[in-house]
């Protein structure tokens, strides 16, 4: 130890869904170890997430853009952060276990990641072996620190917003003709994977029945990179409907989550923003698989999918379906979707 105090390095560098399921972790061992210092190893994109984390210390920066996105310039940074008592691989990637290597630490502990084994089931070879579903990756994580002495049970996972970034939303949603008291809802269209991407008709008619029925104003919503997606949507809703896809920053948009009254998005980074910040939410998922553990986690959750043969095709989503036409989410139909968000409204 150092001090007297022990030093504990979490490892997660990607992608902001799985980032943020660590946190329930990193909250768990604080909780277990009070007078322990934590360090969190991640890249730059995805560090807005941990800001104003109670549990977390330090965060370490992983550069794509540069050397430090390479193995040699990884090993250099890691044997530069200095001396741990433990280091927690929550990645479990060949990177993630050079990083250890590189890091002095007396004890490296590391979750058990299953990839072969979802691979083997995506292939087919173990479908008739599964039964129910994985445990979820937030468990998996809390196991991975018993050798540390962490005995916790599954909990939300968390972003700690500051006021001022809750202000900014209000205000600019009042740019956009929606007052302080309004109540809107959030929608977003689009996924790092196009294949993902529940289609465009089935969001504009929630977002009809949303404007129209529920008076509550579709708000849609994600990164600059899916504003044409979500601009397709606008064009089939109608009057109504507010867009501000690309108009937030992470934080941003996680405070725009938690003022919703309800969200809807696929099986993306932002659900998980959702579900963290405690707003009701419906995911949908298609080529992936909830079942694999990584659905976003919380009681006012709902996830939407159809269990047909075929799926899951894929562990991360792909650019399009193998078999040409994607039954597995443009089967899902707007009527399910909508009974999905007044259920999970119901939980409010």
């Not at 001396?83 to 250890?100: E, M, P, W």
């Not at 740019?175 to 289609?199: C, F, M, Q």
């Not at 104003?217 to 397709?232: H, I, T």
Request: glycine residues 12%; proline residues 5%.
């Amino acid at each position: 130890m150092s001090g007297g105090t022990y030093q504990v390095l979490f490892i997660r560098f990607s992608s902001l869904g799985d980032v943020l399921l660590t946190t329930p972790a990193v909250r768990g061992l604080k909780e277990s170890l009070p007078g322990s210092r934590i360090t969190f190893l991640t890249k730059r994109a995805f560090a807005p997430l941990l800001e104003g984390n109670p549990s977390i210390d330090r965060v370490v920066l992983l550069e794509d853009a540069d050397d430090g996105g390479r193995l040699p310039g990884l090993i250099r940074l890691c044997r530069g952060l200095g001396t741990f008592d433990a280091v927690v691989d929550l990645h479990g990637n060949l990177r993630s276990r050079v990083a250890c290597a590189s890091v002095s630490a007396e004890r490296v502990v590391r979750y058990s990641k299953g990839a072969v084994r979802r691979r083997l089931w995506i292939l087919g070879l173990m479908r008739p072996d599964v039964s129910g579903s994985e445990r979820h990756v937030i468990q998996r994580y809390l196991e991975a620190l018993g050798p540390l002495g962490v005995d916790r049970e599954p909990g939300r996972p968390e972003i700690h917003l500051r006021p001022e970034e809750e202000s900014e939303v209000r205000s600019l949603l009042r740019e956009h003709g929606l007052e302080d008291r309004s109540r809107y809802a959030v929608l977003i269209p689009g996924a790092r994977w196009p294949n993902k991407r529940w289609t465009v008709e089935g969001f504009a008619a929630v977002a009809r029945w949303l404007n129209r029925e529920m008076g509550t104003v579709a708000v849609l919503a994600g990164d600059g990179g899916e504003r044409e997606w979500s601009k397709a949507v606008a064009a089939s809703t109608g009057e109504g409907t507010v867009q501000l896809t690309g108009e937030t920053n992470l934080r941003q948009l996680a405070a725009l989550l938690k003022g919703a009254r309800v969200a809807l998005g696929n099986d993306s980074g932002p659900a998980h923003m959702a579900a963290a910040v405690g707003t009701p939410l419906v995911s949908l998922f298609g080529p992936t698989s909830e079942a694999f553990g990584f659905r976003p986690y919380g009681d006012r959750v709902r996830v939407v999918s159809h269990d047909i043969s075929c799926r899951p095709c894929t562990l991360h989503g792909g650019d399009s379906c193998p078999r040409g036409k994607r039954a597995c989410l443009d089967g899902i139909g707007a009527d399910e979707v909508i009974e999905a968000m007044l259920d999970v409204m119901s939980t409010a």
